[in-house]
């Protein structure tokens, strides 16, 4: 009786809860982030620098045994690497201490591999401790890159090497101030000095450093650190699988905290994963992580760094951009100049969030209330959202922007505190009285910014189709980015015709081929251009309508292909090596090491070679080579040999110099590949001449 009586009284309360909807706070739906983790999330970009001996070598892996007196630069300056990184907009910087080759750049007590034995400053100096200085002037947050690997270490792949490892990382972590992110490379293990001994020395990444204990150290000595590892034990930050800069469209903050980590996790994450690991997208500002005087003019342009800006922070990451330290000690000008391009680019194209100004309206509110309305998602408050009922997970959400208004821009940040929920949406524009379909994707996030052409409507209706849990969304934006032409490209073909071409349609094309900078009274590009010996050409493109330019693309050329001739095979394919055409590869399957060889029909000064991996895949990719000259073809002189370091993360043109030699032959021997088979591929080969 007592209990019907309950019932009774209850029922009025819950059917009032049912019309009301739901008034409780939502509760966190699968795993959560980290207050760490929530801190480095909204740091959304900072600066990756690469420097150690190998900078002075020209290599992108130091062997371990260059004399220390190498490292010797003539101006180095932390405070004008902190003044790049803060006018780039950045929020903080990651320090190579120690790289592959083993030198470190503060003088660690435990080896004498490090600036102390360099010229620089005497021996005096302490790189890391400047940097730290340097941060704090300019409040920017300090990180650091200790590789696991060291090809210097004469004890690395025993179990001494550990107690070495963590001496390092002990004085990283207590002697420089906070440090906000730790970053352990997944390189490991390989060929190297190693005190001495020159030899190929494999660990077991996943067991060799004992990571569970070495992350209790440093969360011990910096408890506000997040670790970043792409080896073994799951850190609190994920690789995205690539260093090209881009993570997935669809990209979940979350993988399984034991178990394999396949590919597709790195990139889109794992949406039931039951730990919160979310993407940081690494890419270096030019070809190579550290600095080689060839890439000066391989600087990303300003639309290339736009596409890193939204491929990354705008798809749910961070985005961690390297800057190399060139042999001065300085970060070269272009690209500092390039960094500032888009920062001010990125503040104009955000300026105005048309949003802001719109009147917010969502088919569902939770329990009707205030606490969650849609208003809650345009007044620039990240600790206001607007949530549904638990029981919706599909709702939609329209902007009035009382008149038509031009727009290419839309941005929408999860309140991902209480977990990552939804799954996919759809953004609509009402314009010429008709809903236009924008955008069909997937997950949100932190943040997540779409591209598309400019429309002009009066209303947006962003429609959440599936949720994991009820949604929940802290921040709608809708602007209106001004156009960045993208610049040309430009190849040239065996015989010499140079084609350049752009993606935009309403865009002309001018060049010049004596390295000046085209304008609209330069030469147009109406077809290919001819070409003999070797060429400097310069195109930009022009918006006829805008009166606009794109930046100038920059291509040299050397010798022509023209009578070049592949030696040895009957296959036609293997002419793709040499048609300049970057798309087209040909690869031989024989037992390595495999020779490839080329007549130059010519006898040249040769200087120097170039390799281009294939590029559409990852197959073939040669990592050690030996580089030959002949005059006749029979008689072979070795002129170079070594390893195209990084080639499996970074697969861009390998370039080799060597002393001047006179030769009509050319003989790249493939000594092995990154995947270790009988698969040799090649997308270019070129050379250098003098
Ligand atoms: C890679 C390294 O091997 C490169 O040299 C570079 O440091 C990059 C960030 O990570 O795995």
Request: glycine residues 8%; contains cysteine.
């Amino acid at each position: 009786m007592a209990k019907r009586i309950f019932l009774f009284a209850a029922l009025p309360l819950f059917v009032i809860a049912l019309c009301k909807g739901q008034t409780t706070t939502p509760k966190p739906f699968g795993p959560v982030p980290s207050e760490n983790q929530l801190r480095w999330q909204k740091m959304e970009y900072y600066a990756f620098l690469h420097f150690s001996i190998n900078t002075f070598t020209d290599q992108e892996w130091g062997s371990g045994g260059d004399d220390a007196t190498t490292f010797n630069p003539d101006s180095l300056d932390c405070r004008q690497w902190a003044r790049v990184c803060k006018q780039a907009g950045m929020k903080g910087i990651i320090l190579t201490a120690k790289h592959h080759s083993g030198f470190c750049l503060w003088p660690s007590k435990y080896t004498d591999y490090s600036v102390k034995s360099s010229p620089w400053k005497n021996g005096k100096g302490d790189i890391v401790r400047e940097l730290a200085d340097a941060c704090k002037e300019y409040g920017l947050k300090l990180g650091i890159y200790l590789s696991p690997w060291d090809r210097n270490y004469a004890g690395y792949g025993r179990p001494e090497y550990i107690t070495y490892f963590r001496n390092q990382l002990t004085e990283l972590l207590t002697q420089y101030g906070d440090i906000f992110e730790i970053w352990f490379d997944g390189a490991n293990g390989g060929s190297g000095y190693y005190g001495g001994a020159n030899e190929t020395r494999k660990i077991d990444r996943t067991t060799y450093y004992d990571w569970k204990n070495t992350y209790k150290l440093i969360r011990k000595l910096q408890p506000n650190i997040v670790i970043w590892n792409d080896g073994g034990e799951r850190g609190d930050l994920r690789w995205v699988g690539t260093e090209a800069g881009y993570v997935g469209e669809t990209n979940w903050s979350k993988l399984d905290s034991t178990g394999e980590v396949t590919w597709n996790m790195l990139h889109s994450g794992l949406e039931n994963g039951n730990a919160w690991v979310a993407g940081e997208v690494n890419t270096s500002i030019r070809p190579g992580w550290f600095y080689h005087t060839y890439e000066d003019g391989r600087v990303k342009p300003l639309p290339q760094m736009l596409d890193l800006y939204y491929n990354s922070f705008g798809r749910n990451g961070t985005l961690l951009l390297n800057f190399p330290i060139n042999r001065h000690g300085l970060i070269h000008g272009n690209d500092e100049k390039v960094s500032a391009q888009l920062a001010a680019a990125v503040k104009e194209a955000f300026a105005v969030n048309l949003a802001a100004s719109a009147t917010a309206k969502a088919s569902n509110v939770r329990g009707h209330e205030k606490n969650y309305s849609a208003s809650n998602a345009i007044d620039q408050n990240q600790d206001t959202y607007w949530a549904t009922d638990d029981s919706v997970t599909a709702a939609s959400f329209t902007l009035n922007f009382g008149k038509p208004v031009a727009f290419n821009r839309f941005l929408a940040q999860e309140y991902i505190r209480l977990g990552q929920r939804v799954k996919n949406f759809t953004v609509e524009a009402l314009s010429g009285g008709e809903w236009k379909l924008l955008a069909k994707e997937t997950t949100i996030g932190y943040k997540r910014i779409l591209r598309f052409p400019t429309i002009t409507a009066s209303q947006l209706r962003f429609t959440i189709t599936a949720a994991k849990a009820c949604p929940l969304i802290t921040n709608i934006g809708v602007y209106n980015a001004p156009l960045i032409l993208t610049p040309p490209t430009i190849t040239r073909k065996k015989a010499g015709d140079i084609t350049i071409s752009g993606p935009e349609k309403e865009a002309v094309i001018y060049y010049t081929l004596n390295g000046s900078t085209p304008t609209n009274k330069s030469a147009k590009y109406t077809a290919p251009v001819s070409s003999t010996g070797k060429a400097k050409v310069r195109a930009v493109a022009y918006d006829l309508l805008a009166h606009k330019y794109s930046t100038a693309t920059t291509e040299q050329f050397d010798i022509t292909h023209t009578n070049w001739k592949i030696v040895g095979t009957s296959d036609e394919n293997a002419a793709n090596i040499i048609d300049g055409n970057p798309n087209s590869a040909w690869h031989q399957h024989n037992k390595y090491p495999q020779d490839i060889v080329i007549d130059l029909s010519n006898t040249e000064n040769l200087a120097g070679f170039r390799y281009l991996p294939e590029q559409n895949g990852n197959a073939g990719v040669i990592t050690n080579y030996e580089f030959f000259v002949s005059q006749d073809g029979v008689q072979w002189q070795l002129a170079d040999k070594g390893e195209f370091s990084n080639i499996s993360n970074n697969p861009v043109w390998q370039v080799k110099n060597f002393s001047t030699v006179h030769a009509r032959y050319v003989k790249l021997r493939a000594i092995n590949n990154t995947q270790n088979n009988d698969d040799a591929g090649y997308a270019e080969i070129d050379v250098i001449t003098n």
